[in-house]
């Protein structure tokens, strides 16, 4: 068939750092092209160079495109060309319907008015093409992120797309809806469309990708062939971190005391629909030196009752108690649960952990500032340790502390997100996703964090959709469904088939 995408010494420089060394691309017609590589590596700026987001003159290096020169000068010059991207912060407007959304910026006219029967028809179709059924007034808001990313696609199909480019698409979706979503690339592929594949999860990679190019430190390390022999996810690791991993969870020996910290009855409502009930009195405990899972499907309410429980900055009539060391505390705001050692870290770093236009040293020390301070007034010297520290530990790659968090890569922003939270050293830890969008081998580190935290005899709660995480990090699992618990076991006992069957008989009755 031949290549379609040639990218040939491509280099990309930011003021103080080199993103991309002289990387060389080579994408087949019609295959489905996946890229791995660390937090940092270039990924994402690869795909924006091809993409026209750096226009020509802002790299240097070749972009061939169907066998000809291409210098696209902005995004609208590659879509001209059937490059289409879906970013990996989705660009959803929440508030718009989802054919407002699909053909935002790309209006169908009829005599320079917008024809209303022709942008539902063919929402409708492209819908369709998808999997989804939604009615296009739906707005994006109501709908999970599994859907929302099945949207941007059909956005993608609203345009002449020959090379879908998807960055991450499946970080934030449950595997099922990952499942879905890998399944429709496959349909594409056999209707000949090519697809390059960014994604941390290696065994996505593997069941789908025909070849798959590893990028280390802003340079191809290699492009492997996944047609002639299945490729095996070590040999991706090993790429990808330049060394062998054992294992991809630490050894811990718990030394589980007794209950610190306990939930009875949370019953929480719905943010605007004041008779839905989002969190169904639920129990919760927590010993000294536990790690506490908590397993469920997107959606089951496990981020809801999180937030809930952190300063009530979700939902309304709250009741139930919360204690630690069995006095009852009050949690009324995110001040006062802070201030009784609690820390949520959330999957939503834009949203709540991040201050983007901020120095990462600054967004490390902001929830303990007295850290850092020395009657009241910042040491900037302690600051600057403190940040280095953790840059070391979990391998933050930047140009320097000194660095804006907004210029840093996905993964690594979460890494600062869990720095700021693990150095404002909480009684207890709520981790909510931590390693989304995190490579394998930064994972290890920060799994390391969270053991030595449980070690240290803080509670730490981890909820997380990967159930292998939960499985080898956590001493005992609850089961979220639809806003209650309706398991709880030790992970001695548990595996994927026991969570997943009390998720599935929980749904019946
Ligand atoms: N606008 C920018 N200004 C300065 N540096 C940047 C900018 N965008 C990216 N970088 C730097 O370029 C490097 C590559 O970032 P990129 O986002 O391409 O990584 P990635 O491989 O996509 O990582 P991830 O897996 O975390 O998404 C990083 O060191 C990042 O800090
Ligand atoms: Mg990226």
């Known amino acids: 068939m031949g290549s379609i995408l040639e990218m040939k010494g491509i280099t990309k420089r930011f003021p103080g750092v080199i993103a991309l ?51 696209f000068s902005s995004i609208a010059d590659s879509e001209e060309q059937g490059i289409i991207i879906i970013h990996q912060e989705l660009a959803l407007v929440p508030l718009l319907s989802i054919a407002e959304n699909i053909f935002l910026g790309n ?20 819908l369709k093409k998808v999997g989804l059924s939604e009615s296009p007034e739906t707005l ?42 890998l399944d429709l690339l496959v349909g594409f592929r056999a209707q000949g469309m090519t697809c390059i594949l960014i994604s941390h999860k290696l065994n996505e990679i593997s069941r789908v990708a025909d070849s798959v190019t590893v990028l280390r430190d802003g340079s191809t390390v290699q492009t492997m062939n996944c047609r002639e022999a299945p490729i095996c996810e070590d040999v991706i690791i090993r790429h990808m971190v330049g060394r062998e991993m054992a294992d ?28 839905r009930k989002f969190i169904k009195g639920v129990n919760l405990n ?24 952190f300063g009530r900055s979700y ?34 770093r834009k949203g709540y952990g991040l201050v983007l236009e901020n120095e990462i040293k600054h967004n490390i020390t902001l929830a303990n500032l007295p850290g850092v301070s020395r009657l009241g007034v910042i040491n900037e010297g302690r600051e600057y340790e403190v940040a280095n520290d953790y840059r070391r530990k979990i391998n ?3 140009a320097g502390v000194f660095q804006h968090v907004g210029n840093l890569s996905g993964g690594n922003q979460q890494k600062v ?93």
């Not at 927590?286 to 429980?309: C, H, K, N, P, Q």
């Not at 204690?323 to 050692?341: C, F, M, N, P, Y």
């Not at 449980?454 to 997380?464: D, H, P, R, V, Y």
């Open 248 to 275: 991809r969870y630490p050894h811990r020996e718990p030394d589980i005391g007794e209950v610190v910290f306990e939930v009875k009855d949370w019953t929480v409502f719905h943010e605007q629909h004041e008779d």
């Open 107 to 126: 209006e169908q006219n009829k005599l320079g008015v917008i024809d209303r029967e022709q942008t539902h028809r063919r929402t409708v179709e492209l």
């Open 21 to 71: 060394k002289d990387v060389n691309l080579v994408v087949q017609a019609g295959e489905i092209h996946a890229i791995c590589g660390e937090n940092g590596a270039g990924k994402s700026t690869l795909m924006k160079v091809l993409s026209g987001v750096y226009p020509a003159g802002t790299y240097e290096g070749e972009i061939h495109f169907e066998g000809r020169e291409q210098k």
């Open 315 to 348: 939902g309304r009539n709250i009741s139930g108690k919360v204690s630690l060391r069995g006095k009852e505390i009050d949690v009324g705001t995110v001040q006062k649960a802070v201030a009784h050692g609690i820390a949520y870290v959330t999957e939503d």
């Open 417 to 509: 997100v869990l720095s700021k939270w693990l150095f404002a050293g909480p009684e207890i830890l709520i981790l909510d996703e931590p390693t989304r969008g995190i490579d394998v081998g930064a994972k290890y580190e920060i799994y390391m964090l969270i053991a030595q935290l449980a070690k240290e005899g803080k509670c730490i709660i981890l909820i997380s959709s990967e159930m292998p995480e939960l499985l080898g990090m956590s001493d005992r699992i609850y089961v979220m469904n639809e806003g209650a618990f309706v398991a709880e076991m030790q992970t001695a006992e548990a595996s994927q088939e026991k969570i997943m069957r009390a998720i599935v008989t929980a749904g019946k009755d």
């Open 140 to 181: 994006i808001t109501d709908l999970g992120v599994g859907k929302q990313q099945l949207v941007e696609i059909a956005k993608a199909l609203s345009k002449k797309v020959k090379l879908l480019i998807l960055d991450e698409p499946t970080a934030s979706l449950n595997e099922n809806d990952s499942a879905a979503l």
């Open 396 to 398: 933050i790659r930047c």
């Open 286 to 309: 927590v010993r000294r030196g536990e790690i506490v899972g908590i397993a469920g499907l997107m959606g089951a309410g496990r981020t809801e009752f999180a937030m809930s429980v």
